[in-house]
T-cell receptor
Framework: AQSVTQPDIHITVSEGASLELRCNYS??????LFWYVQSPGQGLQLLLK??????LVQGIKGFEAEFKRSQSSFNLRKPSVHWSDAAEYFC???????????FGTGTRLQVFP | DARVTQTPRDKVTEMGQEVTMRCQPI?????VFWYRQTMMQGLELLAY????????DSGMPKDRFSAEMPDATLATLKIQPSEPRDSAVYFC????????????FGPGTRLTVL
């Protein structure tokens, strides 16, 4: 069955520190992969997506993610976190032949000044 | 800046009452999704439509929930009768209908059933 795992429920980093949020997926073929961010009281906003091609994907707000087929992972990274990055981050996988996305349970990011 | 809009943003109601949530997808998008978000279950897909026709509503409790698209600019999610366990944030999202493409989310309706 298709699934998405975000092993870290809550991460705390200092402003200016680097960040990596983990995402592992289970799917038979190469999936379509997404990272969304949800600020408090808001809907989800797309950060970046991977469909094919270059496995290092650049997104908005200085985020990037790397698709590693051998590890079934699509980890999100940012070299220097800003206080405004505090939010909840969701990884999602889509099989590509339908519109349905499967979302992970989310990782809540807290940023200390 | 095209956005998905949802009304109401907040709804408090009593158990047994009917609740209707509305969504206006981004103009030109032909796929609309309804999600429910709770602390316990996370983000769940309830139903989705393409070109106003339901494609999948397997995530939706059939006995009390119904979803429709009266026209291309309006999607509705109704709960009748509502129960306290329906308390959640309900999100609408729209997409261009090209496979697993980007979904654009609305701000959500926070429903509290007392």
């Amino acid at each position: 069955a298709q699934s998405v795992t975000q092993p870290d429920i809550h991460i705390t980093v200092s402003e200016g520190a680097s960040l990596e949020l983990r995402c592992n997926y289970s799917y038979g073929a190469t999936p379509y992969l997404f990272w969304y961010v949800q600020s408090p009281g808001q809907g989800l906003q797309l950060l970046l997506k991977y469909f094919s091609g270059d496995t290092l994907v650049q997104g908005i707000k200085g985020f990037e993610a790397e698709f590693k087929r051998s590890q079934s992972s699509f980890n999100l990274r940012k070299p220097s976190v800003h206080w405004s990055d505090a939010a909840e981050y969701f990884c999602a996988v889509g099989p590509g032949n339908t519109d349905k996305l499967i979302f992970g349970t989310g990782t809540r990011l807290q940023v200390f000044p | 800046d095209a956005r998905v809009t949802q009304t109401p943003r907040d709804k408090v109601t009593e158990m047994g009452q009917e609740v209707t949530m509305r969504c206006q997808p981004i103009l030109g998008h032909n796929t609309v999704f309804w999600y429910r978000q709770t602390m316990m279950q996370g983000l769940e897909l309830l139903a989705y439509f393409r070109n106003r026709a339901p494609l999948d509503d397997s995530g939706m409790p059939k006995d009390r929930f119904s979803a429709e698209m009266p026209d291309a600019t309006l999607a509705t999610l109704k709960i009748q009768p509502s129960e306290p366990r329906d308390s959640a944030v309900y999100f609408c999202a729209s997409g261009s209908g090209q496979g697993a493409d980007t979904q654009y989310f609305g701000p959500g309706t926070r429903l509290t059933v007392l």
